[in-house]
């Protein structure tokens, strides 16, 4: 859960745009309803996962390449 701004929005990605927020309500609000939802925090923590693949050593070093 972060805030929607610089880079984190590229960084959740599009599956979990839910997570990001911009006032201290929509905060509290999405926290609380993670913290509260089994079933929507194990959804978040396996995006999570697959997202996390996107910065890997692996691919950064594909994505130079294909610069070149």
């Known amino acids: ?38 079933k929507l925090l194990q959804e978040y923590q396996q995006e999570s996962l697959n997202q996390v693949k996107n910065f890997s050593k692996q691919v950064f070093t594909q994505k130079v390449w294909q610069m070149f």
């Open 1 to 38: 859960i972060v805030i929607a701004k610089g880079g984190q929005v590229e960084i959740l990605g599009d599956d979990l745009q839910a997570l990001l927020w911009s006032t201290q309500e929509e905060c509290i609000d999405t926290t609380v309803s993670v913290i509260t939802n089994e």
